[in-house]
């Protein structure tokens, strides 16, 4: 098999490294139900309980700390899953180009492509997504020691709640027009590159055609959705990331289902006898599948038949 094809192959097969798809409504009961129960539970027990008065305050402000911080930590995730995800695309876009070349094809506007910066630079993203979330829960928990210290006084479970939900609310608002500028962005990349190969093959993957999605089809009217989230004061900012979050989980499933079909397309190319997708019976959430390539070799065992071939998981 032409190494550039099985470098393709190990990275389509190694996507569970790097990809994953989000449970729309699990990340909303956790960025929604836990920290209100976290908050109410809290209130409850300041009510209920009043030898704790004096310590009102930071039971209160101890449980608006844990629902900031999980709400935080979730949107850390998606940005961190998003910025994975181009990792890996950086070597399927590389991979392929070369297998290009392999066979003798003009890949010189694939190579510019690469060159011209536009994918940018994904695992220095990565780090740069650690370090800003990293400053924002230090600025977030330095809020709450300021309000601790009595920088709001009185009526603090009211006064404490709009500040904090407000800075929450702006938080998921600003991380949600990252995501989405940078899902599209990238889903307009991968379809020029993805013609460009295409017609760079030829009629071996005439079939095929390039990658497309409704990601960039379908944008989204960012203005409406700020409009919205204005209008009602931060609420909607919970809204716009699971939309957004559903865009990017859209991008990655579409690509699954595309680079399989390059899989089997290869997998001929290159001589495959067979060429199968299996459902795994773990956790279907994670779209988890498997491909089997068996190529013909001329080595045979004693049977007559060399059954050596490459058989991985993928797992989204």
């Not at 990275?11 to 920290?35: K, T």
């Not at 809020?143 to 404490?160: K, R």
Request: glycine share 6%; aromatic share 8%.
């Amino acid at each position: 098999m032409d190494p550039n094809a099985d470098r393709f192959l190990n990275c389509v097969m190694s996507r569970s490294e790097h990809d994953a798809l989000f449970r729309i409504v699990a990340v909303l009961l956790i960025m929604v139900l836990i920290p209100a129960l976290s908050v109410e539970t809290t209130l409850t027990i300041i009510e209920d309980y009043e030898e704790i008065e004096d310590m009102k305050n930071q039971l209160f402000l101890g449980s608006i700390a844990i629902a900031w911080t999980i709400v935080l930590f979730i949107q850390y995730l998606e940005v961190k899953g998003l910025s994975s995800h181009r990792i890996r695309d950086m070597e399927w876009v590389e991979s392929l180009m070369e297998y290009s070349r392999s066979r003798g094809n003009e890949v010189s506007r694939m190579e510019a492509l690469l060159e011209s910066g536009r994918m940018g630079l994904p695992k220095k993203a990565l780090l740069a997504t650690k370090a800003t979330f990293a400053v924002m829960a230090a600025l977030n928990f330095a809020i709450i020691l300021l309000f601790n210290n009595g920088w709001i006084e009185g009526g603090y479970d009211v006064q404490i709640s709009i500040a904090t939900s407000m800075l929450i609310f702006l938080e998921m608002t600003l991380v949600s027009l990252h995501i989405d500028r940078t899902t599209v962005e990238h889903d307009e990349i991968q379809h020029e590159f993805t013609a460009m190969f295409v017609e760079s093959m030829g009629g071996d993957l005439a079939d095929i055609g390039p990658m497309t999605t409704l990601v960039t089809e379908r944008r989204l009217k960012v203005w409406f959705h700020l409009l919205l989230t204005t209008a009602t004061a931060g609420v909607y900012s919970v809204a716009f990331n699971l939309l957004t979050l559903h865009r990017t989980n859209l991008h990655v499933s579409t690509q699954w289902d595309y680079e399989e079909r390059l899989v089997a397309t290869i997998g001929r190319l290159e001589g495959a006898t067979r060429v199968e997708r299996v459902e795994s019976e773990g956790d279907r959430s994670l779209v988890s599948r498997i491909v089997s390539i068996v190529k013909r070799d001329r080595r045979r065992d004693a049977s007559g038949y060399d059954d050596t071939g490459l058989t991985k998981a993928i797992a989204g």
